[in-house]
């Protein structure tokens, strides 16, 4: 099954659709699934569904770029230097200044500082400006019928999506949005726009894709029943290292596992406002694609498009093993920049050539900054833009993971908190 799936996939990739393809409601079985609950539940008639329908398209653009998101295709310094630009940030000044006594009342209901809300809205739109352009009903459509691997999710979406142009009396062609489907200021999907979207501008209307007012509520609303503890933290400062025990549980799971009682036994220095039995995550993130010298032999770096077996195969090494050395789950989970342990037995077996690329040249577009010279410079350094290209140890609090379930990647959780700091900084100066 997963061979057949891969197959598709593929197949899709290369172009089986033209770029864009007219689809029929009677073609695929997600779709008459949806027609037949929207009919039972007396929502839409068959020939509403019809004349909706009727003219859908499959867009090849949509399955092009929901096979190469940026979370997964960029490195975390490359990630970050998209949303950490002078330009954004001084935009997220003009934004707060413009809705301070909204943001205020956002935060004193439900608790998530003005900061938190002005950076999600900032990385999703830039504050607006850029909401997309894909029309929402054609992506839902087409990522149901065309991409295998969430079909079920986006079918979900697309009947969300339908009630919910109906209960807002909305076009369903009209609605435009990012390439998953995500709409208005916050980018929320058709199913958060339904459970978390709020009228907080009390006009009797809940419109997030021209009222900022209500995207400020929602994304709060959103945050504070997805997990946000008020008053908590998000993460802790950067550490150029940590204790080998503590480098050793790092991860990029979505969850926090230990407390700091116990990594404080391993050797972490946690801040002593943190509570001993604080939920804690350790979390490694690495700026550069930078591969060690030759001397440094016993690990490899995580390359685009590796997959742990493939390393494995490639040192002749069981995929059981680096899966065990590594502490990596069931489904041999990687990422970019992440360091695998090599087994003993091909440290010094496997030519250097054979084992990692050449080092990146310092004009490399994935090197984003020399260096910092010293401490302040480093502090200046990572508040905006430029970043040190070398990894980075987080000790990260369940507020962080509060924010994955809006992205569920820690690289946008990073880069909203990164975010939501610089904007604080300028807003307050």
Avoid at 244 to 256: C, M
Avoid at 398 to 421: G, K, Q, R, W
Wanted: charged share 25%; hydrophobic share 40%.
């Amino acid at each position: 099954m997963k061979k057949i799936v891969v197959i598709v996939l593929a197949v899709i990739a290369h172009g089986w659709w033209s770029q864009a393809a007219a689809v029929s409601l009677d073609d695929h079985a997600q779709l008459r699934a949806i027609a037949s609950e929207l009919m039972t539940q007396n929502i839409y008639s068959r020939a509403e569904l019809d004349a909706i329908f009727k003219d859908v398209e499959i867009q090849q653009s949509v399955l092009d770029a929901m096979m190469n998101p940026a979370e997964y295709r960029l490195t975390w310094g490359k990630y970050r230097k998209i949303f950490l630009g002078e330009e954004r940030i001084q935009q997220g000044v003009e934004f707060w200044q413009e809705h301070a006594d909204t943001l205020a009342r956002a935060e004193k209901e439900y608790g998530v500082p003005a900061s938190v809300i002005v950076a999600i809205i900032g990385v999703e739109t830039k504050f607006g400006r850029i909401v997309g352009k894909h029309k929402v009903l054609d992506s839902l459509t087409t990522l149901s019928v065309g991409y295998p691997r969430r079909s079920k999710f986006f079918t979900k979406e697309l009947k969300e999506f339908l009630l919910l142009a109906k209960e807002n009396n909305l076009d369903p062609h009209a609605i435009v949005g990012s390439y998953a489907g995500a709409v208005g200021y916050p980018q929320f999907i058709s199913s958060s726009y339904r459970n978390y979207a709020v009228d907080f501008s009390g006009d009797g209307v809940t419109d997030l894709m021209s009222q900022p007012v209500d995207a400020i509520g929602s994304v709060a609303n959103y945050l504070k029943r997805n997990g946000w503890q008020p008053g908590g933290a998000i993460t802790s400062v950067a550490h150029q290292a940590v204790a080998e025990p503590v480098a050793e549980l790092a991860n990029r799971d979505r969850k926090t596992p230990y407390v700091a009682a116990d990594l404080r036994k391993l050797g972490a220095d946690i801040a002593t406002d943190v509570a001993a039995n604080e939920p804690l995550n350790v979390l490694m993130l690495d700026a550069s694609e930078i591969v060690p010298d030759d001397d440094q032999r016993d690990y490899y770096i995580v390359r685009a498009g590796d997959t742990a077996c493939q390393i494995a195969e490639r040192f002749s090494v069981p995929c059981k093993q680096l899966f065990s050395l590594n502490k990596l789950n069931k489904r041999g989970t990687i990422y970019r920049g992440q360091r695998l342990k090599l087994p003993k037995s091909v440290v010094h077996k496997a030519p250097q050539s054979k084992r990692v690329s050449k080092p990146l040249n310092k004009s490399s577009k994935w090197v984003v900054s020399q260096p910092a010279e010293d401490a302040d410079t480093q502090a200046v350094a990572e508040s905006r833009s430029e970043y040190v290209p070398m990894p980075r140890y987080f000790y990260t609090h369940p507020n962080f993971y509060a924010i994955t379930e809006y992205n569920h990647s820690v690289l946008y959780a990073m880069a909203v908190h990164d975010l939501s700091a610089a904007i604080a900084q300028a807003y307050s100066n």
